[in-house]
């Protein structure tokens, strides 16, 4: 996964999978608890470290390797390596049944949150790392064991132009509003209003990075850990799965969702076949690029909030990307803690991706101007109750985050599979209850 799609899979998918999938044994056992904590004086680190990437992207064209010369800057004697892994979940995966996995690397999503002390060296405290956006995410018993690195806000990538030519100016600020402003593009333009991406199926799990818009709930994803019927009327995913499934049920996306293609979609939004995505923030730049293949601008791209407005205001959920760790096996903790650093703070990744950068002070990326202009409220969602979320998901066998009940609906919304919303959702609601009263007992 080399290509642009490899930076699809490192934001916020990735972001939402991390703590899905069941835990990988054996491998741990370093000296668990010593901190791998920022050195004093960079000129007395040194050594070598190894970091391990899923951006092989970057480790081909030479980019990260420039990161490093300009790390080395400031840290002269550390000599920075990179090993890029195509399939990095399933490599690192096995890896971490030894004591080498590289000195720095991303927590995969094979790794339970509580296990973190057995593979990861602690930061510091929750105090000493609350400069840092996220760090709930990866915080076990008061410690942080990864900074992330970088967050991304969901919404809608959208072809102003389309959106332009069907008379709709203005960000909608209800579904319905939404889903007229589809219909206007349909009228007027004779271009698919929205594309699902069904059939690639993981842009599917962005829907779930919408959780906390509808009511600008930082605790939206916390409040999932029980019996709570999240589906029920006025919820926030009765909310946003059912504005995919009026959209597909109102014949406003592709024809045949069966053949959609991921790749194909950017340069078609790009030209203006499609209109309108669910995607994080990281798909901006990309959709920008396709654009200008096109011909266009990359002004022709926009970014709108989900269509839900509180107290007079859109709002837009910030999730966490990877997290990067120090292995609890690294014999060069300070300079490897110094690379985790130097990367998050200095090295204006996030901001030439076009990303949300970890560190709370720095400001948005232009990516995001127009959120900023038009006062959208952002919040990090907290993920304090993730493990049990996700217990509960797993026990349930829903799949929050994957795209098999999602592919259901948008199925269901089309008649390809049988039932009503109505019937969907209490359905899902049923089984959520009944796991939450036996998950992680």
């Excluded at 799990?205 to 999240?230: E, I, M, R, Y």
Aim: aromatic share 10%; proline share 5%; hydrophobic share 35%.
């Amino acid at each position: 996964m080399g290509n642009k799609k490899t930076t699809a899979f490192s934001g916020a998918v990735l972001a939402a999978v991390m703590l899905t999938l069941p835990a990988c044994g054996g491998g741990g056992g370093g000296a668990t608890g010593e901190v791998a904590a920022p050195p004093s004086d960079p000129k007395e680190v040194s050594g070598e470290i190894k970091v391990l990437t899923q951006r092989t992207d970057l480790v081909q064209s030479g980019a990260l390797q420039e990161y490093a010369a300009e790390f080395n800057k400031v840290y002269p004697n550390v000599k920075v390596t990179f090993d890029g892994i195509t399939d990095y979940e399933g490599e690192v995966k096995i890896r971490m049944n030894t004591s080498n996995y590289g000195d720095v690397l991303l927590i995969p999503g094979a790794v339970a949150k509580n296990d973190y002390p057995k593979f990861f060296a602690p930061l510091g405290t929750a105090e000493e790392l609350s400069k840092y956006r996220f760090s709930d995410k990866a915080e076990v018993d008061g410690k942080v064991y990864g900074v992330a690195q970088f967050g991304t806000a969901n919404g809608f990538v959208y072809n102003k132009k389309l959106w332009r030519r069907a008379g709709v100016t203005e960000w909608p600020k209800t579904p319905d509003a939404f889903l007229a402003g589809l219909k206007a593009i349909e009228e007027k333009t004779g271009t698919t209003p929205y594309y699902t991406n069904f059939k690639d199926g993981w842009p599917l799990v962005q829907w779930t990075n919408n959780l906390g818009v509808v009511g600008c709930d930082a605790q939206a994803g916390n409040a999932l850990a029980g019996p709570v019927s999240p589906w029920k009327a006025g919820g926030e995913l009765n909310t946003t799965d059912g504005l995919l499934y009026d959209i597909v049920k109102q014949g406003l996306s592709e024809k045949d969702p069966t053949t959609t293609n991921w790749e194909t979609s950017k340069a078609l939004l790009g030209e203006g076949e499609i209109a309108t995505m669910m995607l994080g923030s990281w798909s901006i730049t990309q959709m920008q690029d396709a654009a200008k293949k096109a011909g266009g601008e990359a002004s022709d791209i926009g970014f709108m909030p989900f269509p839900v407005q509180k107290d007079g205001k859109h709002c837009a959920a910030l999730v966490s990307d990877y997290q990067q760790a120090v292995s609890i096996h690294s014999h060069n903790k300070p300079a490897a803690r110094a690379w985790v650093d130097w990367f998050t703070e200095r090295s204006g990744f996030a901001e030439k991706e076009g990303v949300v950068s970890a560190v709370k002070s720095a400001p948005m990326p232009a990516t995001l101007q127009d959120f900023v202009d038009n006062d959208v409220t952002f919040f990090d969602r907290s993920e304090t109750k993730t493990a049990a979320v996700n217990d509960i998901d797993e026990a349930a066998e829903i799949g929050l985050n994957k795209q098999d009940y999602r592919q259901k609906l948008i199925d269901t919304a089309r008649g390809a599979a049988k039932g009503s919303l109505q019937d969907f959702f209490a359905d899902l609601d049923k089984r959520w209850d009944e796991a939450a009263k036996t998950a992680g007992s």
